[in-house]
T-cell receptor
Framework: KAGVTQTPRYLIKTRGQQVTLSCSPISGHRSVSWYQQTPGQGLQFLFEYFSETQRNKGNFPGRFSGRQFSNSRSEMNVSTLELGDSALYLC?????????????FGAGTRLSVL | DQQVKQNSPSLSVQEGRISILNCDYTNSMFDYFLWYKKYPAEGPTFLISISSIKDKNEDGRFTVFLNKSAKHLSLHIVPSQPGDSAVYFCAAPRGETSGSRLTFGEGTQLTVNP
């Protein structure tokens, strides 16, 4: 079974631009969660989508948004990029029925904002 | 509010010896815990989990212990191997109905010396 696939692996953007990251979950998984990893803040939860609906949201500004498609694939968008948005963005998928479902992570997208 | 804490940023052990990684939590609502391992340039990989109805769970060289009264869990790796060198995160999901939202500790960098 294929794992979680994130594209692209690396991105370089400049301040003020916007970016879209993509995540394809494990086949059969209906929940997709997004996390941001930075050296200072560690792994922080962004949001979770389940059956095309946002089910949970972390403490991030509205510039961070996402969506999920009917095939469970998800995209994350960051608008008006700031230098502090430079981070590793990780996507995780799970069956999604309950919180104790194990989340499986992709390799991440490394975003650098210049 | 850091509800899951890993107070040791790094740990160095000799190959063949035991590695003990520690994690403390403050939220008494947490009833399920997971350990992930992360290599550079890869996403976190699930290792082992434990439910609060147990105080120990074992999987090969990996054992997780849970002390609910102390709000403390630990991951034991015996025997440690150089390939175990990675960052280890403990994590907890928030409850049954809150979907797949993991709270992570800061991580501990384990180095196993040959």
């Amino acid at each position: 079974k294929a794992g979680v696939t994130q594209t692209p692996r690396y991105l370089i953007k400049t301040r003020g631009q916007q970016v879209t990251l993509s995540c394809s979950p494990i086949s059969g998984h209906r929940s997709v969660s997004w996390y941001q990893q930075t050296p200072g803040q560690g792994l922080q939860f962004l949001f979770e989508y389940f059956s095309e609906t946002q089910r949970n949201k972390g403490n991030f500004p509205g510039r961070f948004s996402g969506r999920q498609f009917s095939n469970s694939r998800s995209e994350m968008n960051v608008s008006t990029l700031e230098l502090g948005d430079s981070a590793l963005y990780l996507c995780a998928s799970s069956l999604g029925g309950v919180a104790k479902n194990i989340q499986y992570f992709g390799a991440g997208t490394r975003l650098s904002v210049l | 509010d850091q509800q899951v804490k890993q107070n040791s940023p790094s740990l160095s052990v000799q190959e063949g010896r035991i590695s003990i990684l520690n994690c403390d939590y403050t939220n008494s609502m947490f009833d399920y815990f997971l350990w992930y391992k992360k290599y550079p340039a890869e996403g976190p990989t699930f290792l082992i989990s434990i439910s609060s109805i147990k105080d120990k769970n074992e999987d090969g060289r990996f054992t997780v212990f849970l002390n609910k009264s102390a709000k403390h869990l630990s991951l034991h790796i015996v025997p440690s191997q150089p390939g175990d060198s990675a960052v280890y995160f403990c994590a907890a999901p928030r409850g049954e109905t809150s979907g797949s939202r993991l709270t992570f500790g800061e991580g501990t960098q384990l180095t196993v010396n040959p």
